[in-house]
């Protein structure tokens, strides 16, 4: 199949909006990173992201709406799901509920579990489209499973040319890591880190959010150890750079590419996939990184390396 290359002019939107009704996948601008979106009430549109991306099926997806109200369709919500949607929508928040019994989402798209993972994104683009469909799009981040993930087109056709009916083509993505993941069962947990860090969602909650490794058992599905994987091998918390390796730094070093020469984590967290994509092009061994101070989206960023670390 041939993927076609669209633009946000309204024309364009509405084509990308004609292949999501007709069951189609679309690459998708968030403000996070891009999206592979289906129909996410299409059981069929459903399916075909997770055989694109080589997507285990017990791994669910993010359904994105286009506001509360459309939100409320699907889960049951709460309380605090409420305030904490007031305070954070649209933006890099991805709250998981229980299902409403009669929802239509496509069981495939939460794996068949008894919750739903629902986001209102902040991009004007995506808004547009959902606004336009009248309907919630699943949508995982426009990679194949296990890899690097995409804040731009070029990276979504090195993955996925030829894969997907179309990609909406808006630039750069503004925050560059994927939305924090919270979920209130059995108590508020966070099971991803993101841009909107444990911080702020416990003082909007005015209590302290755990973490998913202090929760016991697995509780997040797609919580894979490997995950955001170059070909590379990484070598985290370089001090000093060696021989032949491509070095990423953060700070003031030298080195090839620098995350954040200011040592500011929301730059480094804009540039982080588009610098792993670019080191790992040049087909080298090693990419070793500088420290990032674990605080804040540095939590989000450190989550992203140790994971692309992992190479099994
Ligand atoms: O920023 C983002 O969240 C991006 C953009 C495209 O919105 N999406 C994204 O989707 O990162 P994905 O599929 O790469 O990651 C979604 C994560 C997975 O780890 C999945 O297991 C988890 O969300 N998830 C989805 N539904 C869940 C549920 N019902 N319970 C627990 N975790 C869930
Ligand atoms: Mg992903």
Not at 41 to 62: C, Q
Not at 112 to 140: F, W, Y
Not at 171 to 192: D, Q, W, Y
Not at 281 to 289: A, C, E, G, M, P
């Amino acid at each position: 199949m041939k993927t076609k290359n669209l633009g946000t002019s309204w024309e364009e939107i509405e084509k990308a909006v004609e292949i999501l009704r007709l069951g189609g996948l679309v690459a998708i601008p968030t403000e996070t990173v891009y999206g592979l979106a289906a129909d996410a009430t299409n059981e069929e549109a459903v399916s075909k992201i997770f055989k694109a991306k080589g997507r285990p099926a017990y791994n669910p997806l993010i359904i994105h709406v286009k506001n509360t109200k459309m939100a409320k369709e699907y889960a049951q919500w709460n309380k605090a799901a409420e305030s904490l949607a007031e305070k954070f929508w649209p933006g890099p928040l991805t709250i998981v509920l229980p299902s409403k019994k009669n929802s239509n989402i496509a069981k495939t798209a939460c794996a068949n579990l008894p919750t739903v993972a629902v986001r209102m994104p902040s991009h004007p683009v995506t808004l547009k489209i959902l606004d336009q469909l009248k309907r919630p799009l699943a949508a995982p981040s426009a990679n194949l499973s296990g890899k690097i993930s995409s804040t731009s087109t070029n990276h979504v056709l090195k993955n996925l040319n030829q894969k997907i009916d179309a990609i909406v083509d808006a630039g750069n993505s503004a925050v560059g890591v994927e939305s924090t993941i919270l979920t209130f069962k059995p108590k508020p947990t966070i099971l991803r880190t993101g841009f909107i860090t444990p911080e702020a969602i416990s003082n909007a909650m005015g209590l302290k959010i755990a973490h998913y490794d202090e929760a016991g058992p697995v509780i997040a599905p797609g919580q894979m150890k490997s995950h955001y994987c170059p070909n590379a091998n990484l070598r985290l918390n370089a001090k000093d750079w060696r021989q032949g390796e491509k070095k990423l730094g953060f700070g003031n070093v030298e080195c090839d590419l620098n995350l954040s020469k200011d040592q500011s984590l929301i730059e480094a967290a804009q540039n982080l996939f588009n610098f792993l994509h670019i080191l790992d092009s040049f087909d080298t061994k090693t990419i070793s990184v500088s420290p990032i101070p674990n605080e804040g989206i540095g939590l989000a960023i450190n989550d992203r390396l140790i994971r692309a670390a992992i190479n099994d």
